[in-house]
């Protein structure tokens, strides 16, 4: 199994910035790829961003150019740069993993992330 703790989340003016960590534990070799998703009330679980083992990388065409997302493998940790952050990018910050063994989706508990005008 994996288990998915973010941290990060916070209040933050418009045109600030954050960094999302999720500290990945249990059976990391198992997974690929992982992403970040995030939830806005009253809309549904949208993709924000997804890294590959090999390092490729994939954005919402809302978040490109603005978020980053990377991992470290040394310390277990997926992270998500946000910067030029909007009140629109307010919402939940979900961490996902898929594991290709298990054949599961795995998801963090969600960091809150809100953007004021």
């Known amino acids: 199994q994996v288990q998915l703790v973010e941290s990060g989340g916070g209040l933050v003016q418009t045109g600030g910035s954050l960094k999302l960590s999720c500290a990945v534990s249990?059976?990391?070799?198992?997974?690929?790829?992982m992403d970040w998703y995030r939830q806005a009330p009253g809309k549904e679980r949208e993709l924000v961003a997804g890294?590959?083992?090999?390092?490729?990388?994939d954005y919402a065409d809302s978040v490109k150019g603005r978020f980053t997302i990377s991992r470290d493998n040394a310390k277990n940790t997926l992270y998500l740069q946000m910067t030029s952050l909007k009140p629109a990018d307010t919402a939940v910050y979900y961490c996902?993993?898929?594991?290709?063994?298990?054949?599961?989706?795995?998801w963090g508990q969600g960091t809150q992330v809100t953007v004021s005008s």
């Open positions: 996902h993993a898929y594991s290709p063994v298990y054949k599961y989706n795995f």
């Open positions: 890294i590959i083992s090999g390092g490729s990388t």
């Open positions: 249990g059976s990391i070799f198992s997974i690929n790829p």
